[in-house]
């Protein structure tokens, strides 16, 4: 987190390679395959994600109740 709060992470790319939704009443979940590249203290890298998202249906509109990056151990980039 500190690296985050210090500005030394910069997001460059998330490429999209899956994503599954799911409706369940005024409830819809969100799964994202994704790879993100980013620079870190000078460095780029390169990390598979699962992206987790739940939205709630209110009357105004969507809105995001959960978001959640899982990073992807031996999964490669795809």
Do not use: C, Q
């Not at 985050?4 to 009443?25: D, F, M, P, T």
């Not at 969100?30 to 390169?46: D, K, P, Q, Y």
């Amino acid at each position: 987190m500190d690296i985050i709060r210090s500005g030394g992470i910069w997001y460059k790319n998330a490429e999209i390679h899956k994503v599954s939704v799911e409706l369940i009443n005024d409830t819809a979940i969100l799964l994202n395959r994704i790879t993100l590249t980013a620079e870190v203290g000078g460095n780029e890298v390169t990390n598979p994600f699962e992206v987790t998202e739940v939205y709630i249906k209110k009357a105004d509109g969507w809105k995001l109740a959960a978001l959640s990056f899982t990073k992807l151990i031996g999964a490669g980039n795809h």
